[in-house]
């Protein structure tokens, strides 16, 4: 199975700085096949980031994704105090479907 | 409007049997698939296992084949999870989410959480 390692595993940055998330696939991921969603305390994941790089109806332009192979990027270009959550990327193009441990964003 | 409505929370003892339920609106339900996702206290996302509703073809990740069932009833737009015997290991959030054509997750239940405690 793929494995999906996520960093940092906590982000500490103020409202308005820059985030950047990584995942990192133990072997190539078909960038077709990657995506990222977000959770908040005691709410569903909600999907932000589909095929590495295009973003899911109503999200922001401000939530961006990138890479391709086996190294993936989320970035959060300027930080609103509403995407202060976890984020998880997953892959979905090989069986079994897996996602990485998450990377808590918070406020600093 | 794709909504994805689950059932309320349940408590039960070892060794019980359990289904929960998804109930998908707003979209034709028998020809997108259903996935279920487990979320244990604390920690990040597993993926269970998936249903085609159209057909009931069924996919399961190895770490939870023959733990447990997924169906689909499209008569009546709902998927379940079941399991024949609870295992207090099985306490989690389990959220129900709609399959895209291209298999990411586009829409999610609000989530069922399932406590086994003797």
């Known amino acids: 199975e793929i494995v999906l390692t996520q960093s940092p595993g906590t982000l500490s940055l103020s409202p308005g700085e820059r985030a950047t998330l990584s995942c990192r696939a133990s072997q190539s991921v078909d960038s077709s096949y990657l995506a990222w969603y977000q959770q908040k305390p005691g709410q569903a994941p909600r999907l932000l980031i589909y095929g590495s790089s295009r973003r899911a109806t109503g999200i922001p332009d401000r939530f961006s994704g990138s890479g391709s192979g086996t190294d993936f990027t989320l970035t959060i270009s300027r930080l609103e105090s509403e995407d202060f959550a976890v984020y998880y990327c997953q892959q979905y193009g090989i069986s079994p479907w897996t996602f990485g441990q998450g990377t808590k964003v918070e406020i600093k | 409007e794709v909504q994805l409505v689950q059932s309320g929370e349940e408590v039960k003892k070892p060794g019980e049997s359990l289904k929960i339920s998804c109930k998908g609106s707003g979209y034709r339900f028998s020809t997108y698939w259903i996935g279920w996702v487990r979320q244990m206290p604390g920690k990040g996302l597993e993926w269970v296992a998936f249903?085609?509703?159209?057909?009931?073809?069924?996919r399961y990740s190895p770490s939870f084949q023959g733990q447990v069932t997924v169906s689909a009833d499209m008569s009546v737009g709902t998927a379940y999870l079941q399991w024949s015997s609870l295992k207090a290991s099985d306490t989690a959030m389990y959220y129900c989410?709609?399959?895209?054509?291209?298999?990411?997750?586009?829409?999610w239940g609000q989530g069922t959480l399932v406590t086994v405690s003797s």
């Open positions: 989410a709609r399959l895209s054509g291209d298999a990411y997750m586009d829409y």
């Open positions: 249903v085609y509703p159209g057909d009931s073809d069924t």
